[in-house]
């Protein structure tokens, strides 16, 4: 049974860097074509995705994010970790760890989601 | 403003069928598979549909997604009222090298 779960800070101050762990369980990050993305939503607004690690460590990000994005991962501790540099109030909502399972036509998709982690950004 | 264009809300009758729309472009619906998400409020999105029309083992064959061109639809026949959800429609789109996703439909069960 695969299982994801974020966790991180529930409040940052503007400016500051938002760093969250999404650890995992079911499945092993060095499987081929696996990967762990993140995606976020504002309050009452769209899903928004933000990046996407495989198990050799190929790396892919949203490209309006980019410059402020970094995903490592632990295959050891099975954990992914997402830093997001100065945040703003606009970046406050939920962040979702999801994982994308092999796909032969390479297609980014994800079938098992985390139960997000809410996050607010005020001084 | 998102990528993806669908109708903020939809709504229908029990035992009725409707059908959701998300209309796209040539670098995103128009040459990539389409995934559809159901959300309920304060849940994680759940696949709904992938490949424009496969369903994850699980998923009631109440629902079924197409795609023509650069547009896809969701469609629900025989609504319930558990089908009341938000759903996410997403494609991968080659101009932008993104994920991008729809604005999301409310569904209500009337």
């Known amino acids: 049974q695969i299982t994801l779960k974020e966790s991180g800070p529930t409040l940052v101050k503007p400016t500051q860097t938002l760093t969250l762990t999404c650890t995992f369980s079911g499945f092993s990050l060095a499987t081929s074509g696996v990967g762990v993305g993140w995606i976020r939503q504002p309050p009452g607004k769209a899903l928004e995705w933000l990046a996407l690690i495989y198990g050799n460590d190929l790396k892919r990000y949203s490209p309006s994010l980019q410059s402020r994005l970094t995903v490592t991962r632990d295959t050891s501790k099975n954990q992914v970790v997402l830093t997001m540099t100065n945040m703003d109030p606009v970046d406050a909502g939920t962040y979702f760890c999801?994982?994308?399972?092999?796909?032969?036509?390479?297609?980014?998709?994800?079938?098992?989601w985390g139960q997000g982690a809410l996050v607010a950004v005020s001084s | 403003q998102s990528v993806l264009t669908q109708p903020p809300s939809a709504s229908g009758s029990p035992g009725h069928s409707i059908t959701i729309s998300c209309s796209g472009s040539s670098s995103n619906i128009g040459s990539n598979f389409v995934y559809w998400y159901q959300q309920f409020p304060g849940t994680a999105p759940k696949l709904l549909i992938y490949?424009?029309?496969q369903r994850p083992s699980g998923v009631p064959d109440r629902f079924s997604g197409s795609k023509s061109g650069t547009s896809a639809s969701l469609a629900i026949s025989g609504l319930r009222s558990e089908d009341e959800a938000d759903y996410h429609c997403t494609a991968w789109d080659d101009s932008l090298s993104s994920a991008v996703f729809g604005g999301g439909t409310k569904l209500t069960v009337l």
């Open positions: 490949r424009n029309n």
């Open positions: 999801a994982h994308r399972p092999y796909d032969p036509f390479g297609s980014m998709y994800f079938d098992y």
